[in-house]
């Protein structure tokens, strides 16, 4: 069947831009999470939704990045006033069930890399 | 917060040998643990994963085992090929997010 898809896969954006970075979950996966890959390192998380509720959003790193996912289904991250730092691969991840639900198992999208210049 | 800890950072191997991966966690209530392939340019790919109640699984080349007292994990390649060569991820779950290791990028020469 059909895995996540993210789109679009590589943005180029100026420095003060805002971007949106689109997630199609694996259908019926209740849950979504975000993650940020820099260069040379691991995923690090960003925020988690149960369906269409934003359960944590402890990982974003400023109040310039936001998250949505209004009917439990496409999510959208969202970046204002883009800086430099923020030049990453953004991953998105669904899986099955919430984080209580026993299935613990995430699969990835192929990431969106983000250029900021 | 949990900290996940990978070692080597590269490894090189030659084709048919042996390739191990060792991970260390921080947090003891950590109870999930996968293990995440990555060619250039993907996304991270699920090959394996075990879970804090079972100490070894195995799935033809691949097995990962698992240490509670100790906190630690890893992965086991057998018959390495060269398309077993990418970046590899451990991972541990914690209040429901993955914390990941730094990876390791496998090159297996023929």
């Known amino acids: 069947g059909a895995g996540v898809s993210q789109s679009p896969r590589y943005k180029v954006a100026k420095r003060g831009q805002d971007v949106a970075l689109r997630c199609d979950p694996i259908s019926g996966h209740v849950s979504l999470f975000w993650y940020q890959q820099a260069l040379g390192q691991g995923p690090e998380f960003l925020t988690y939704?149960?369906?269409?509720?934003?359960?944590?959003k402890s990982g974003l790193p400023s109040d310039r990045f936001f998250a949505e996912r209004p009917e439990g289904s496409v999510s959208t991250l969202k970046i204002q006033r883009t800086q430099q730092e923020d030049s990453a691969v953004y991953l998105c991840?669904?899986?099955?069930?919430?984080?209580?639900?026993?299935?613990?198992?995430?699969?990835f999208g192929p990431g969106t890399r983000l250029t900021v210049t | 917060g949990e900290n996940v800890e990978q070692h080597p950072s590269t490894l090189s191997v030659q084709e048919g040998d042996s390739a191990v991966i060792k991970c260390t966690y921080s947090d003891s209530a950590s109870n999930y643990f996968p293990w995440y392939k990555q060619e250039l340019g993907k996304g991270p790919q699920l090959i394996i994963d075990?879970?804090?109640?079972?100490g070894e699984k195995k799935d033809q080349r691949i097995a990962v085992t698992l240490n509670k007292t100790a906190k630690h994990f890893s992965l086991h390649i057998t018959e390495t090929q060269p398309e077993d060569s990418a970046v590899y991820f451990c991972a541990a779950r914690s209040q429901g997010n993955l914390i990941f290791g730094k990876g390791t990028k496998l090159s297996v020469k023929p």
């Open positions: 991840a669904s899986s099955l069930m919430g984080v209580a639900g026993g299935i613990y198992e995430q699969y």
């Open positions: 075990i879970r804090s109640n079972v």
């Open positions: 939704f149960q369906n269409e509720a934003q359960l944590d």
